[in-house]
């Protein structure tokens, strides 16, 4: 089991930067590849970006492409989601999770999850 926990959303003015982080614990931090996810009201659960078990290997959503950045600190157990040039389309919950295989962009392929950060971009 990996127990992932989201911390670091609120509310934020359009054009502004938040930072999320992920902290995991459980199983061997660096045998999973993690992912985070974006679910707005009433829409399916976006993928937003992947990162791999050594940080070397990412991609985005092309929604998010030149804005967010992901990240990841291996001793400290910990993923982090810089998001800059926030936008109101970007309010969501945001969702990290941690899959075995890499580049996944689909939520099936993910075997654990957070509970969810909320965030919020006012115009």
């Known amino acids: 089991q990996v127990q992932l926990v989201e911390s670091g959303g609120g509310l934020v003015q359009a054009g502004g930067s938040l930072r999320l982080s992920c902290a995991a614990s459980g199983r061997t931090f660096t045998n999973y590849n993690f992912g985070w996810f974006r679910q707005a009201p009433g829409k399916e659960r976006e993928f937003v970006t992947t990162i791999s078990r050594s940080g070397g290997i990412t991609s985005y959503g092309d929604s998010v492409k030149g804005r967010f950045t992901v990240s990841r600190d291996n001793a400290k157990n910990t993923v982090f989601l810089q998001m800059n040039s926030l936008k109101p389309e970007d309010t969501a919950v945001y969702y990290c999770?941690?899959?075995?295989?890499?580049?996944?962009?689909?939520?099936?392929?993910?075997?654990?999850w957070g509970q969810g950060t909320q965030v919020t971009v006012s115009s």
């Open positions: 999770a941690a899959a075995i295989l890499p580049r996944r962009t689909r939520p099936e392929d993910y075997a654990y």
